[in-house]
């Protein structure tokens, strides 16, 4: 699929998700220890912010929201923003990285005040943010959209959907998208559910053909121990491929963000970054390359 190079300002537009994202941040902080790494980058000639974090521990600002940054069952933070983070976190020889539990409504705040140092969550790169003095590492995946159908479907392409029966969630940006699809007779009716897990179940069941949904949101029905028997719509082309999130930092800490970008980008080259999505069990779709995935930001 072809992406377009981002090489001017993201319209602040883009704020609004696909999945819902508003979970209560718990009452509890949980500190990390981090992922197996390369060697971490060398002491000399490293940023005061990185020196400074190396020394005083990093705190990642979250909501605990599945599959970005959440508690497992037995009390473990995990998921991708998670494993991303730690990855690159560990490289830079920051060892002690801890997750504050943080509303996303006020995350931003947060960060500006010095109480956590880097927002996570799929947050969206908009100008928007940049203004309220976000500075955003470069892009860490496309925040899009997919469409999902059942394991034994004889659906192969978008053509197939003209006759089928989606399934969407009420009130979210993909419920918008399968409207504008059904007055393009691109699909044959459209059903709406509360909640994503709804409509999941909808297509195991047969109640639908096909679901439109975040890519993100898909990612838990898509599991090993899911048992929708499920797949993605491989040939299926997103209507939200600029829509891109990236890690906020402060914009005094911008010389940290571009060595934060160097181990970012190097796991996008070797495979470490797929290897995470393939762990979370994304859709391809999900990745952006170091070339099209730069940002430019504001205060630069």
């Known amino acids: 699929m072809k992406k377009r190079i981002l090489g001017i300002m993201l319209t602040a537009a883009m704020v609004v998700s696909l999945s819902s994202c508003g979970s209560s ?15 971490p980058v060398s002491g000399e000639g ?11 521990g990093f705190i990642i600002g979250a909501d605990l929201f599945a599959p970005y940054i959440y508690e497992d069952e037995s009390g473990e933070m995990v998921g991708i923003d998670y494993d991303i983070l730690v990855t690159v976190l560990n490289e830079l020889g920051i060892e002690d990285i801890t997750v504050k539990p943080t509303a996303y409504e006020s ?17 969206y790169i908009t100008e928007a943010r940049m203004n309220q003095g976000v500075y955003f590492s470069d892009v860490s995946y496309y925040e899009n959209d997919c469409i999902l159908i059942r394991a034994d479907s004889d659906i192969a392409s978008e053509e197939d959907l003209r006759d089928k029966k989606m399934a969407v969630c009420t009130g979210s940006v993909a419920a918008d998208l399968a409207e504008q699809m059904l007055e393009e007779g691109r699909i ?14 909808a297509v195991s069941s047969g109640q639908a053909d096909c679901v439109l949904c975040d890519c993100f949101a898909a990612a838990p029905a898509m599991g090993e121990d899911s048992q929708l028997d499920l797949k993605y719509l491989d040939s ?19 010389d940290f963000v571009a060595e934060f970008n160097v181990v970012l980008n190097e796991m996008k080259e070797d495979g470490r970054l797929q290897a995470i999505f393939d762990k979370w069990n994304m859709s391809p779709s999900v990745f952006c390359g170091v070339e099209e995935g730069h940002t430019v930001n504001l205060a630069q």
């Open 25 to 39: 941040p718990a009452e509890t902080e949980s500190t990390a220890s981090g992922t197996e790494t390369a060697e």
């Open 46 to 56: 490293v940023s005061e912010t990185l020196a400074g974090y190396r020394e005083n």
């Open 107 to 123: 995350v931003i705040l947060e960060l500006n005040n010095n109480n956590v140092d880097c927002t996570c969550d799929g947050m």
């Open 188 to 201: 044959a009716s459209l059903d709406y559910y509360t909640s994503n897990d709804l409509t999941f179940q």
């Open 236 to 254: 299926y082309t997103p209507q939200l491929e600029d829509a891109v999130a990236g890690f906020g930092f402060r914009a005094s800490e911008k």
